[in-house]
């Protein structure tokens, strides 16, 4: 026997290792933030919410552990993957990409946008499936119809991507425009909506 198989872990030994620290942080309140991956059709996501809910959604191409780094700094360091805590938004999300949901459901928390920028956003969800509305729209929509880039910024900075559907938002001439998740991600969101 080796020293290296002195130190084996299984994988079944390490998720309940895992599931221990978990519960440990969540009975004793030490869990702020909890986050999972889940894979979609277009591509990874991860997921965090906290007690009041949802926080983020981000794609992989913002890359994971940065998203962690900023999370842990804007809200609290202590973070820990918790899958069973997003159970309900990854299933939300399941029912999505199959075409058996319009409407997310799950709380939402804010906190990552503010003013103007959180404005646009609580508005978005009233954009309804399969439609679309074009950022002059939108600016015109929650009452300064001058702030068109305003609006672009606030999409552009939306936290929850997907679950507050700033991909329905376009350009006055019906182009695309930008999206975090990339371009071929809000196509493939707004094919999936009209197919549906």
């Given at each position: ?5 002195l130190?084996?872990v ?22 702020d933030?909890a986050?999972r ?5 277009i ?12 926080v ?22 202590r ?13 939300e999300?399941?029912?999505y990409?199959?075409s058996r949901?319009?409407?997310?459901d ?11 920028r ?16 074009s ?11 001058n702030a ?6 606030a999409c552009?900075?939306?936290?929850l991507?997907i ?5 329905r938002?376009l ?8 999206y ?11 094919e999936l909506e009209?197919?549906?």
């Amino acid at each position: 026997m080796t020293d290296i198989d002195l130190f084996a872990v299984d994988s079944a030994d390490l998720a309940r290792l895992r599931a221990r620290l978990v519960n440990a942080a969540d009975s004793l309140q030490l869990l702020d933030l909890a986050y999972r991956i889940v894979d979609t059709p277009i591509g990874p996501l991860l997921l965090a919410a906290t007690d009041a809910g949802l926080v983020r959604v981000a794609f992989q191409r913002e890359d994971f552990d940065a998203v962690l780094e900023d999370l842990a700094t804007t809200i609290s360091p202590r973070i820990l993957c918790a899958p069973t805590r997003l159970d309900e938004i990854a299933t939300e999300l399941d029912e999505y990409f199959a075409s058996r949901r319009r409407v997310f459901d799950v709380p939402l928390d804010l906190r990552l946008s503010s003013g103007f920028r959180q404005t646009v956003q609580r508005f978005l969800p009233h954009i309804k499936y399969g439609q679309t509305a074009s950022y002059k729209e939108v600016a015109a929509s929650v009452g300064n119809p001058n702030a068109v880039r305003a609006v672009g910024t606030a999409c552009a900075t939306n936290p929850l991507p997907i679950v507050v559907p700033c991909h329905r938002v376009l350009r006055a001439d019906g182009s695309l425009g930008g999206y975090l998740g990339g371009t071929a991600a809000k196509a493939a969101l707004l094919e999936l909506e009209r197919a549906a």
